[in-house]
């Protein structure tokens, strides 16, 4: 089961590669989801791979692995500031902050009601 989530892990992490980087207007628009925030679907997206890394059970401590995919996301921040089709914005940062907090989150609370 754990080789399944970390195949599913990295072709998700593959997938977010691949649109982070092509030119947004190449993303089909979906007008029936046009009222949910750019913002949220980051959270929503960091928050998506930080619950697979954490189930993945890599050797590193779940802390180191939010910790890297955050840094997945800054990278692909400060390549959108030399894109010229893509913009850096720092709330893009933060929202991908906030996604992988709240995973971690939700798995330390499991951790300590468990135990």
Request: no cysteine; charged share 15%.
């Amino acid at each position: 089961m754990i080789n399944l989530i970390r195949i599913l892990f990295y072709v998700s992490l593959l997938l977010v590669s691949y649109l982070s980087l092509v030119n947004a207007s190449e993303i089909p628009y979906f007008e029936s989801m046009s009222f949910i925030s750019d913002k949220f679907v980051h959270s929503l997206i960091y928050f998506y791979l930080a619950i697979l890394g954490i189930l993945s059970k890599f050797r590193f401590n779940d802390l180191k692995v939010v910790a890297l995919i955050f840094l997945f996301g800054a990278f692909i921040e400060l390549i959108h500031y030399y894109h010229p089709y893509r913009l850096f914005e720092f709330f893009d940062l933060l929202a991908n902050l906030i996604g992988v907090t709240i995973a971690f989150l939700i798995f330390r609370l499991k951790n300590k009601l468990t135990y």
